[in-house]
Each structure stands twice: as structure tokens, then as C-alpha cells.
């Protein structure tokens, strides 16, 4: 009996995982240094240099990288989390936290008519079924689902505003208003981290800056963030950047600037605009950015037409495409774009449909991975009648890629000080519905990749226009994916290597480290991540999913500081 029990207490340790001989960087942007991690329940319990600490799990990260978890601070998994709480595309990257809800889009709530037969429309394509109005009842359904990796979200500016007043191109009422205020205080109430807003995007292009300024004092009030793609990332990108900063000064909102690098029309604008942030950082405006490695973009397909013709919402949308004189009228439109919308739009301008990709759509996969020009030939007819055409096919849904970044102005961003990682991705999973043939691979690659192409400076040349470049240190990489961003969400127990931390951690490998996925590939996980952690608990482990679902949905605690 006594020898059994002795045998229990020298196979059992006091804690549930030691991570030992790693190379840990902390996140704080510290150089590394060698130590031993001991976890339990959840929490990294203790670090020391010569401790050898006994686990009912060892890790011997001998020659391995200990970092924090990454946090995707941009990121659109609102609906794909529910599908499938494995969080694949994610997780297999190292992410144990993502913000979901950017860009002005959340699940939740869903009020009223207009944005209840949106949101169904939306969650049909996965067979799911609206069972939420609310965003204490959207948590809640993926709390109860259980999810692989933590969850915080933002509330949609534009989801909100379509409860209200549908998709109508005007300014609210003051009832309306105050209608809006009193839902976007019941979500941040429900424990959202702040609100997004989406600027070139039907419904918020429709709000002026006052509506914003209305909103952001709320949001404030909460010490909310607001994360917002601002009015134009191309030639108006100054203007633009301008109002986020001046409903900064009004408001008092902390301001992230979603996917910063400018977009075609606006290249080699990122000196100034940095120089911009950094002089309202110097008056005290609490202003940040974020960036992805990528100098392709994507966005929904029917984000490209104009201001005027997405007004109403889908119906409206369709009778004006199946009218062959307003058709004429769009496509003028688009070519004068008297005010400038997303990224490809800048493509279309300047009659470069053939960096337009058809990334994602129902009824005509066989087109998936062309481009528009490709499409155009195909079917005899000029890019903008195939454009159309795919549209009304397709009831408004699906999805484009294109290539509109500049790499200069990625790395002026992603060395900038008060910039972080945001892959603007998916959680998606090579398998089931979430298998999307020809995603944007910043799904599956963003982290990774900054690793590969700015710390190593390792290009892919199977990776279009990739250019690596050894541009930061390893600590600096890591500090942009952890404590910036934990601190930019004013959550201090996680994003760092720190005892009393949450356990979310990842191991990799740094001679292997890399995206694998391509533009025309993207469905295919990093190489060199060898384990994740997240709450204490295994979900990767020697580079496989282990199924396991320990994350966590954060609900934001309004007062400052009181984490
Ligand atoms: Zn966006």
C-alpha cells in the first residue's frame, strides 16, 4: 500500500502541465530567456530558471519558442465559431484569442424585421438557426457550445444601425438615436469589448460623424474600444483617418484603426498617416492600428457597388441590377467613384478587374479562383455585366479577393510602435462547410507568417508577390500578437508569460515556422506550431488538434482596471 502510494505521488506532479527547457519570450517585447513554466487549473503558476517542475503532463520545449498565445484582434469568426467551435484555422496558427464582430458586422443583437431576414439569410448558408437577439444571448449559445479557443467581441455600429433604421441613407432621428444608444449600452452591458465600425460598408457609410461621436460617448463611457475601418483607405485615407481622430477628441473613445495599411490610391501614404497617429498620441488621443502581412485584401462581393445602389438592402439591390439603365448608371459610378469605397474598388477604377478574384460563392463554384476578367472572357461579356450577372446569380452573397496593398506600406505599419497583428480572417476548418476552396489565406497563415516574412525574412514564391523582409526582432513580432493587443482590450491577465496569467500559451518551432497556405491554396495549416495552450488545457499538441474546446467567452468589465 505504502509503495502504491508512493508511486502515485512520483507519477502525479503538482501540476497539470510543466513546460520545460523552453526559450520563453514573455510578449513584453523582453529578449528571451530560458525557463521552466508550471501550470494549474488554468493559470501559468510559476516560472523559474532551475526548477524542474513535476506535471501529470511534461512538455520538453528543448529548442522551442514559449510564447503567449496570439490574439487576433481583428478578426470576422462571429458566425464560423458557431458552426464549428474547433476554431481550426485558427488555433493551428497559435491564436488562443480572437475579437470577433470588426468592420461594422456582429452576430448580435438582431432586432427588428430588416435585420432578423438578414441575419437568417446569412446563417442559411451553414444550416443554422437564429436562436438569439441579444449579445448576452449570442455569448451565452457559445458558451453552451463550448469553443476551442477565448472569444471577446465588439458590437457592429452597422448591426446596430440596421436593427434601427434597416439600411435607409440617412441620418437617424433623435429617437432613432437614442434607440441606438440603448442597445449599443445593453451590449457593451452584455460584455462587449467595444463597438466596430465599417465606414465604407452599407449600413455605416450612411452615418455621418455625429451619429459616430453619439455612439463613441457611450463606448467610452464603458472604456470600450472602437475599432473602426475608416471611411476610405485610399485616396480620401487622410479625410478619413482624420474623422476616426476627431471622434476620438469628441468622444473620449479609444480608437483602433482596423487593417491600416492603405489601400491602392492612397500607396506610400503610410508615412503620413502614422505621422498622424502618433502626433494625436502625443495630445493624449489613445490611437492604434492594426495590419496582416498580406498585399491581398477581401471583402464581401457585393461590398463593391456603390453608396447609392446598396441602399434598402437586398431587394432593392436586385430590382436596380435587373434595370438595364441604372446598371449603366452603377458602372459609371464605379469608374467616377465620387466617393471612394473599399480597396477593389480602386482596382475597378483603374480597370484592373483581373486582380479581382471570385473567392467564394454557391451557385457558381466552377468560377471560384478566376478573375473577373477571366470571367468576363468566358462569358462574352465585359467585367462589370459579369459582375452584375454573378451577383444577381449568387442573391447578393459571396465573396471576392484582390490584390490592392502596397508591401511598403505594410512594413511602415508593421514597424510602427502602437501597431499589432489583425488577420481580418475567418475561424474556418479545411473540412465540412467551413471549407472554403479559395479563402483569403490570412485565415490560416497570418501569424505564422509575420514570423516567416518580417522576423526571418523568408519569402514564398508560391505565395503571389510575397517579398520577405527581416524587418523586427522575434520579441517584437510576439509582443504585436499578444501584449498590445490584450492590453489595447484592457484585459491584463492574458498576453503575457507572467504567473497568475491565464495559461494561454504556444510552442513552436523557430527554424520551421511558416504559412503554408497560398492565395489559390489557402486551406492548409502552418508548419513549426507544435503546441497550443489555452486556460491550461491542450489544444494542439505535437502539431494536432485535440479536439478539446477549454476557451473561454470574455464578457468586458466596463471599469478600468478592475480585472
Ligand atoms: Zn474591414
Redesign the pocket.
Known amino acids: 500500500m505504502l509503495i502504491f502510494i508512493i508511486f502515485i505521488m512520483h507519477s502525479h506532479g503538482l501540476y497539470d502541465i510543466a513546460i520545460l527547457n523552453g526559450i520563453v519570450i514573455d510578449g513584453c517585447g523582453n529578449p528571451w530567456f530560458k525557463a521552466n513554466i508550471a501550470i494549474k487549473d488554468g493559470i501559468i503558476s510559476a516560472i523559474s530558471k532551475h526548477e524542474v517542475f513535476k506535471a501529470d503532463r511534461i512538455i520538453d520545449a528543448n529548442g522551442l519558442i514559449v510564447s503567449p498565445g496570439f490574439i487576433d484582434i481583428?478578426s470576422h469568426s462571429d458566425v464560423t465559431l458557431l458552426v464549428d467551435p474547433l476554431a481550426e484555422s485558427k488555433v493551428m496558427q497559435g491564436v488562443t484569442l480572437e475579437v470577433v464582430g470588426?468592420?461594422g458586422s456582429s452576430a448580435a443583437p438582431v432586432m427588428g424585421d430588416f435585420a432578423i431576414n438578414r441575419m437568417l439569410r446569412r446563417l442559411s448558408e451553414y444550416n443554422l438557426n437564429l436562436t438569439w437577439s441579444s449579445v448576452d444571448e449570442y455569448l451565452s449559445i457559445m458558451e453552451g457550445n463550448g469553443v476551442s479557443i477565448n472569444v471577446a467581441m465588439l458590437v457592429g455600429h452597422g448591426q446596430i444601425r440596421s436593427c434601427v433604421m434597416d439600411f435607409e441613407a440617412r441620418s437617424p432621428s433623435l429617437s432613432e438615436l437614442e434607440e441606438m444608444k440603448a442597445i449599443l449600452k445593453e451590449s457593451l452591458e452584455d460584455g462587449a469589448f467595444g463597438m466596430s465600425s465599417?465606414l465604407v460598408y452599407a449600413p455605416g457609410r450612411f452615418a455621418k460623424t455625429e451619429e459616430l461621436v453619439e455612439l463613441c460617448k457611450v463606448v467610452s463611457e464603458y472604456n470600450g474600444l472602437y475599432a473602426t475601418?475608416i471611411r476610405g483607405e485610399r485616396e480620401t485615407i487622410i479625410d478619413a483617418l482624420n474623422e476616426a481622430i476627431y471622434i476620438a477628441e469628441k468622444s473620449g473613445v479609444r480608437v483602433q484603426i482596423?487593417?491600416h495599411p492603405p489601400k491602392i490610391g492612397a500607396f506610400g501614404k503610410s508615412i503620413e498617416t502614422l505621422r498622424i497617429i502618433e502626433e494625436a498620441r502625443k495630445r493624449g488621443l489613445d490611437v492604434a492600428c492594426d495590419f496582416h502581412p498580406y498585399i491581398a485584401g477581401s471583402?464581401s462581393l457585393s461590398a463593391l457597388l456603390p453608396a447609392w445602389a446598396q441602399e434598402g438592402g437586398l431587394n432593392k439591390i436586385i430590382s436596380r441590377l435587373r434595370d438595364p439603365d441604372l446598371r449603366t448608371k452603377i458602372k459609371e459610378d464605379m469608374i467616377l467613384e465620387p466617393i471612394p469605397g473599399?480597396g477593389p474598388c480602386g482596382l475597378i477604377k483603374r480597370g484592373l478587374w483581373n486582380m479581382i478574384y471570385l473567392s467564394e460563392c454557391n451557385r457558381n463554384r466552377d468560377l471560384i479562383g478566376m478573375n473577373f476578367e477571366e470571367i468576363a472572357k468566358l462569358r462574352g461579356v465585359d467585367p462589370f455585366e459579369a459582375y452584375f450577372d454573378i451577383l444577381l446569380e449568387e442573391n447578393l452573397s459571396g465573396s471576392i479577393m484582390g490584390f490592392y496593398y502596397d508591401e511598403n506600406d505594410i512594413r511602415n505599419v508593421a514597424l510602427s510602435p502602437f501597431s499589432m497583428v489583425g488577420s481580418?480572417g475567418y475561424a474556418l476548418s479545411p473540412r465540412g462547410v467551413l471549407f472554403k476552396e479559395a479563402a483569403h489565406p490570412r485565415s490560416y497563415g497570418t501569424f505564422p507568417m509575420v514570423i516567416r516574412k518580417y522576423v526571418k525574412g523568408e519569402s514564398r514564391s508560391e505565395l503571389n508577390y510575397d517579398c520577405g523582409s527581416k524587418i523586427m526582432s522575434l520579441e517584437t513580432a510576439i509582443m504585436k500578437m499578444t501584449s498590445i493587443p490584450a492590453s489595447r482590450l484592457s484585459i491584463f491577465d492574458r498576453g503575457l508569460i507572467r504567473e497568475g496569467f491565464w495559461a494561454d500559451i504556444v510552442i513552436f518551432n523557430y527554424d520551421l515556422i511558416s504559412d503554408t497556405a497560398t492565395y489559390f491554396n489557402p486551406q492548409s495549416f502552418p508548419k513549426g506550431i507544435e503546441y497550443v495552450i489555452v486556460n491550461g488545457v491542450i489544444v494542439v499538441d505535437k502539431g494536432v488538434h485535440t479536439g478539446l474546446k477549454p476557451g473561454k467567452v470574455l464578457r468586458h468589465k466596463p471599469l478600468f482596471m478592475k480585472y
Open positions: 481583428h470588426n468592420c465599417g475601418h482596423s487593417h471583402t473599399p481580418d
